[in-house]
């Protein structure tokens, strides 16, 4: 009897979570700790940070420099697709470059040793503050309430991350891209890279090549990591194993990068708005960072924002893909039950930023703590219905004004991120 894909993947899934968890287990309970060598350097696994879907976050320190990282692992069990898959997150990371964004030091793709398929590595900044969830949870141990000052900083450092995003401009030509949306699934398009600033004009101001991750000797001449700052020809083309052997699907794409990359050196200096939707915020993707600066990550589900649904199969994969990738409680309307005519469009993110400012002022989702079928019958309904309340509080009434402008069922209604910041801007007026 053959299972259906869906119970395989899942399946698959667990395997590599209980191996995953076992090696993190045994590099806590033993007295030697687990090591990683990736790009001829070795890594001491010092703890679990969190844990995803296919994937693990451990700190990590080099036993070179000491340095340590959040090393964040994704298997790719079934081989190309989810190394594309995983590759998508890479070049979102790349690509958004901004204060209140995640940048990734380094990244490598390589064969997996306890199986089949590869496995990814994205070096990430450590953030030891943890994020904008860890944040509410131990509000909820304490009893405790954000002030609202310090609540709207990290609402508005959040915003702004989002502006970049919804915000992009890439040059004019290049913005095919195959994480724009999985209908493009079967393209081999890849994203251009070295793609200018965006209009905050943040792009390249924090460009610091101290930032990236140390390399050793040869990775100049076509090494095997992947970098993070998308630099001149380097633009992401070298995913190579540790023994020099290629793992992401070959020659075509190689080309393809590099045609890409060339019509972007090439590129008169013209740009087109190419809205980008990060289709999974929530409190913890937002890390915090030891300024206090909120930080948003995982771009994971990160996609061209503007999706034309012409027919019920573009619909109903849409619905899939927003089932798959997004979190219930956070996930706008129209992708509950997206509809055939209409364009989805960044408003999506308004719809969750609506939810987060919620669940930073009263500790969860206007979405969360009610009553649920097993499918996530009634949270659905509710959120079709944006059927929820305020509890009562003593923050002001421009707060609540500002969470209710966004959890608009009709995404027309909702304020787009220029309004949304400016509303902010105001309430934090009248606070002072
Ligand atoms: N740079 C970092 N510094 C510290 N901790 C981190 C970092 N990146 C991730 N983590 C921790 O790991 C957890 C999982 O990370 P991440 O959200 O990237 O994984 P994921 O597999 O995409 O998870 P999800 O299922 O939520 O999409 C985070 O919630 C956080 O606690």
């Known amino acids: 009897m053959s299972l259906p894909p869906s119970l395989l993947h899942t399946l698959e899934s667990l395997k590599f979570q209980v191996k995953d968890a076992f090696w993190a287990l045994s590099s806590c309970i033993c007295q030697e700790s687990a090591k990683v060598k990736i790009n001829g350097r070795t890594f001491k696994i010092v703890k679990v940070l969190g844990e995803g879907g296919f994937s693990f ?6 036993e070179h420099s000491g340095r340590q990282f959040a090393l964040k692992k994704i298997r790719c069990p079934s081989g190309n697709d989810d190394v594309r898959q995983a590759m998508r997150e890479v070049e979102a990371y790349r ?5 209140n964004i995640i940048r990734i030091l380094d990244s490598a793709v390589v064969q997996d040793p306890a199986g089949d398929g590869q496995v990814v590595y994205l070096f990430l900044p450590l953030y030891r503050r943890g994020n904008l969830q860890d944040a509410i949870n131990a509000n909820v141990i304490n009893g405790s309430q954000f002030p609202e000052r310090e609540m709207l900083r ?11 995003m919804h915000d992009y401009r890439a040059p004019i030509g290049t913005s095919t891209d195959p994480f724009s949306s999985r209908q493009n699934r079967s393209s081999n398009a890849r994203p251009a890279a070295n793609l200018p600033p965006g209009p905050q004009g943040h792009a390249n101001e924090d460009e610091d090549e101290d930032e990236m991750f140390p390399h050793p000797e040869g990775d100049a001449d076509g090494g095997y990591s992947y970098h993070g700052s998308g630099g001149g020809s380097n633009s992401g083309i070298p995913l190579m194993s540790r023994e020099g052997e290629t793992i992401y699907d070959g020659d075509e794409e190689l080309d393809r990068i590099q045609r890409d990359a060339a019509k972007n050196d090439a590129h008169t200096g013209e740009t087109e708005l190419v809205p980008y939707a990060h289709r999974d915020l929530k409190p913890g993707n937002v890390m915090i960072s030891d300024e206090g600066k909120p930080i948003l990550m995982d771009f994971g589900s990160c996609m061209k924002a503007r999706i034309a649904i012409d027919n019920r199969s573009q619909a109903l994969l849409q619905q899939d893909i927003a089932a798959e990738q997004s979190t219930m409680a956070y996930r706008a309307p129209e992708l509950f039950d997206v509809k055939t005519g209409v364009t989805l469009d960044e408003k999506v993110d308004i719809w969750s930023l609506g939810c987060t400012l919620f669940a930073l002022a009263y500790s969860h989702s206007p979405f969360e703590n009610i009553q649920t079928t097993e499918q996530g019958g009634s949270i659905a309904m509710a959120v079709m219905n944006a059927r929820y309340k305020q509890p009562n509080s003593a923050y002001s009434q421009g707060l609540k004004n500002l969470i209710d402008s966004m959890l608009k069922v ?3 209604q909702r304020p787009d991120i220029h309004q949304v910041i400016e509303m902010t801007d105001k309430v934090l007026q009248r606070l002072s």
């Open 57 to 62: 976050v451990y700190l990590a320190q080099d």
């Open 95 to 99: 690509r958004f470059k901004h204060p």
């Open 154 to 164: 990290y609402f508005k450092g959040t915003c702004e991350a989002i502006r970049a």
């Open 410 to 412: 009709d995404p027309k």
